[in-house]
């Protein structure tokens, strides 16, 4: 996987208004990405992605089978609904420019929607 796609990745998706890079900005995995959206829930974007093709987890559920949120994105000092908003994004070897520019092209629209229908945002 070449470097620059993380680095592109995670600059594209702080353009999002209110968007949050979850954890340490250099010292991370080289192919993880955690970001949290407020006012909308993880799972909701996750669905909104896979509709376009673009798989992604949310960091909580999707490995304990609980709506619990993650006990390590509570341990970094996150709150309850911060850490339920949180995404998860994993690069690997095969991924392309393409994929992130689809995933920078989907995922604005995507958090555009879901905060349109959501109770707790206020324009």
């Known amino acids: ?4 796609l993380l ?10 208004e209110e968007s949050y890079l979850n954890g340490h900005p250099a010292k991370r995995l080289p192919t993880n990405v955690n970001v ?7 799972e909701s974007v996750v669905l909104s992605l896979d509709q376009e093709g ?3 987890s949310t960091g909580s559920a999707c490995s304990s089978k609980t709506l619990q949120p993650s ?4 341990a970094l000092g996150l709150e309850h609904e911060e850490a339920h908003g949180s995404l ?6 095969h991924n392309t420019d393409e ?21 707790l945002y206020r324009r």
């Open 7 to 16: 680095e592109t990745m995670i600059e594209g998706i702080l353009r999002i």
């Open 36 to 42: 949290r959206f407020s006012y909308i829930e993880g």
């Open 71 to 74: 006990h390590v994105l509570t």
């Open 88 to 93: 998860l994004l994993t690069l690997g070897r």
């Open 1 to 4: 996987m070449p470097p620059h």
């Open 99 to 119: 994929d992130v520019k689809k995933l920078l092209e989907v995922l604005p629209r995507a958090v555009e929607r879901l905060r349109m229908i959501s109770p």
């Open 54 to 56: 673009i798989q992604a």
